[in-house]
């Protein structure tokens, strides 16, 4: 399994564009990119996958280099309810494989 | 959209005891798993669990622990002698292949005293 890193938090006010980017460096040729979201209490939710360049669903945008040795969840206009902790996996495609997590970047978004 | 539902929300015990965590997975899901999480620290996983036998399982998940679907819709997780470190949120995911993503239940927060 491919090790990531991410920031442990980032602050953000309401109504902006947040980055959060995770390094993958030992990233395989047939592992994705998988990004979750947890908030207080609850169990993780998914967010967006994607392999390569740029993927775009109606929560997130992810942005992944040529090298794929990172990618950038990026997330439009936070809201307050967007406080949360986002998690980036890597691994095999098939959402039927065991999930690993890693401690995630706790985003808290200001009013 | 569908939901995993977990009972109870929250369940306290004394150390030595057994427990017995619920799940009822989304109808037609096939792939059962559990994982912690201990206060404070990451997600971990326990165990899958497909066509009525466990697929993988972690370090974890030592004799103590035991998973079945006994009556075809409920999935079980059971602690047969609870211990202090097991007070965690314990989290039943289940899947189906469409859309490719494994859906989380609420969580079940085990209390050991």
């Known amino acids: 399994l491919a090790k990531t890193t991410q920031p442990i938090s980032m602050d953000s006010y309401e109504g902006q564009e947040v980055n959060i980017t995770c390094s993958h460096n030992?990233?395989?040729?047939?592992?994705?990119i998988t990004w979750y979201q947890q908030f207080p209490s609850q169990g993780p939710r998914f967010i967006i996958q994607?392999?390569?360049t740029k993927v775009t669903n109606e929560v997130a945008s992810l942005f992944i280099p040529a090298d794929r040795k990172s990618s950038t969840l990026s997330l439009p206009r936070v809201s307050l309810s967007d406080t949360a902790v986002y998690y980036c996996?890597?691994?095999?495609?098939?959402?039927?494989?065991?999930?690993?997590f890693g401690t995630g970047t706790r985003l808290t978004v200001i009013p | 959209e569908p939901e995993v539902t977990q009972t109870p929300s929250h369940q306290v015990t004394q150390m030595g005891q057994e427990v017995i965590l619920r799940c009822v997975p989304i109808?037609?899901?096939?792939?059962f798993y559990w994982y912690r999480q201990i206060l404070g620290q990451k997600v971990e996983f326990l165990v899958s669990?497909?066509?009525?036998?466990?697929?993988?399982k972690s370090e974890i998940f030592d004799d103590q622990f035991s998973v079945e679907r006994p009556d075809g819709s409920n999935f079980t997780l059971k602690i047969r002698s609870t211990k202090l470190e097991d007070s965690a949120m314990y989290f039943c995911?289940?899947?189906?292949?469409?859309?490719?993503?494994?859906?989380f239940g609420p969580g079940t927060r085990l209390t050991v005293l």
């Open positions: 995911a289940t899947y189906s292949g469409s859309p490719d993503t494994q859906y």
């Open positions: 994607g392999y390569k």
């Open positions: 109808s037609n899901h096939l792939y």
């Open positions: 669990f497909y066509n009525n036998e466990i697929s993988e």
């Open positions: 996996l890597v691994g095999d495609k098939a959402g039927a494989n065991n999930l690993f």
């Open positions: 030992n990233i395989a040729t047939n592992d994705y």
